[in-house]
């Protein structure tokens, strides 16, 4: 099985911004759609935004407008810009592959971790 490879993770401030990025070597990635997942403590993973083979993104109204996905196929890449940065945003970040019935595959990384506190 082929995992990610999470960085860029890191304490931040309150309204502060982060750059996340995430290798994944899957050999179908340029087909591929990609998420960024988040879990915090005592809560469930939850996927923040997820894009498609043609760069299609979506995101749930918890971070609409202050969180950015993006993708480098030539470099097998996935990136999560966030902005606007809140205390509730504190979890460990994931990347995946999403596979059949947009579920994430079951080969995770590491994560990095995020913590945003004054």
């Known amino acids: 099985q082929v995992q990610p490879v999470e960085s860029g993770g890191g304490l931040v401030q309150p309204g502060g911004s982060l750059r996340l990025s995430c290798a994944h070597s899957i050999i179908d990635f340029s087909i591929s759609p990609m998420g960024w997942y988040r879990q915090a403590p005592g809560k469930q993973r939850e996927l923040v935004a997820s894009?498609?083979?043609?760069?299609?993104?979506n995101y749930p109204d918890s971070v609409k407008g202050r969180f950015a996905i993006s993708r480098d196929n030539a470099k097998k890449m996935v990136y999560l810009q966030m902005d606007s940065l809140k205390p509730e945003d504190t979890a460990v970040y994931y990347c995946?592959?999403?596979?059949?019935?947009?579920?994430?595959?079951?080969?995770w990384g590491q994560g990095t971790q995020v913590t945003v506190d004054s």
């Open positions: 894009i498609a083979s043609t760069g299609r993104s």
């Open positions: 995946n592959q999403i596979v059949a019935g947009f579920r994430p595959s079951p080969y």
